[in-house]
């Protein structure tokens, strides 16, 4: 996949979100956006975006936030949503209803020539821990925005510290081969796991009054729909998808009746509710 705009640095990344990462979300997009609807709630009230704002949605996917995001915005502001995934992006362009201010960019934001000083708010749900080289990517985006200008991601916290994607993968490990070990600052969901690392990394990037707010809500693996639907979503997204990439049906059979019985275990009623640690990290452009 070649890009209009991109670091060569991230091309292990561009090319997993136009593969399998990207196609795995677009089968279960809608399911995924109510999965991370809590958490957009919270990013947004720390992001307070206003009317009349301009707003960069960075790593914006499948297009959930760009689009609640513009219409808090609207009337009078706008938002661009840029991601490096062309079906991701593709469908985000489907979803967003007719009329509604809001732009999406096919291009790597390490790279991407923002608007030099426009933005009043750069946003992000999980959409800024896949860069090769952050405090880069960082530096790039703070030129799109203007002074005091504010900055709103979520990313997550450590995998042990996530029993939703935590107590799946445990069990698909009873019947498939472990993943490699990713070390803690390679890209990848866990990657601004570590505070002192994301503070590092915009304080030299330019950023000031950088602040991380933990948060630990409950994730509905079910979305309501019960043990089943909760199965299906854990043997589907976050690693356990790519530790059951390829094996032989019997092993992925075994996994899934493991995960079932443990997830059954936190079932309450038709909802399988696990806990869920991340960061909302805040801070300002001076
Ligand atoms: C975990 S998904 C989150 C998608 C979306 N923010 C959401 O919450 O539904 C991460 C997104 O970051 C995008 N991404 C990864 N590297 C990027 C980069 N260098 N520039 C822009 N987007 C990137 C991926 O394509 C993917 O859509």
């Not at 960075?58 to 219409?71: D, E, N």
């Not at 209803?97 to 390490?110: E, M, N, S």
């Not at 990037?205 to 089943?228: H, K, M, Q, T, V």
Request: proline share 9%.
């Amino acid at each position: 996949m070649t890009l209009p705009a991109a670091d060569d640095r991230n091309a292990d990344e561009i090319a997993y979100w136009n593969g399998p990462g990207g196609q795995r979300w677009l089968n279960r997009q809608q399911a995924l956006d109510a999965l991370l609807a809590p958490i957009a709630e919270v990013l947004f009230d720390r992001a307070a975006p206003r009317v009349g704002e301009f707003v960069l949605d960075v790593g914006c996917g499948c297009g959930a936030t760009s689009i609640s995001l513009a219409r808090r915005v609207a009337p009078g502001g706008r938002v661009l949503g840029i991601d490096v995934s062309s079906p991701m992006l593709e469908r985000a362009r489907q979803l967003a209803p007719k009329g509604l201010p809001v732009d999406f960019a096919l291009a790597d934001a390490t790279v991407y020539p923002f608007e030099p000083g426009r933005a009043n708010l750069l946003c992000s749900r999980f959409g800024v821990m896949f860069f090769a080289a952050p405090m880069q990517s960082f530096a790039n985006m703070r030129c799109g925005l203007r002074g005091g200008a504010r900055l709103a991601f979520a990313c997550w916290r450590e995998l042990r510290e996530n029993p939703w994607l935590l107590l799946p993968l445990q069990e698909a490990y009873r019947h498939v081969p472990r993943l490699p070990e990713v070390g803690p600052e390679d890209p990848g969901p866990f990657s601004f796991a570590a505070e002192r690392r994301v503070c590092g990394i915009l304080g030299r990037a330019g950023f000031r009054a950088i602040e991380l707010e933990p948060i630990i809500l409950s994730l509905d693996l079910a979305n309501g729909r019960g043990l089943d639907a909760a199965v299906d979503a854990a043997l589907n997204i976050g690693p356990v998808s790519r530790a059951l990439d390829g094996q032989p049906p019997e092993q992925r059979a075994a996994a899934a009746e493991s995960i079932r019985a443990a997830l059954a275990q936190c079932q309450l009623g038709d909802t399988v509710p696990l806990p869920a640690a991340f960061w909302i990290v805040t801070a300002t452009n001076p």
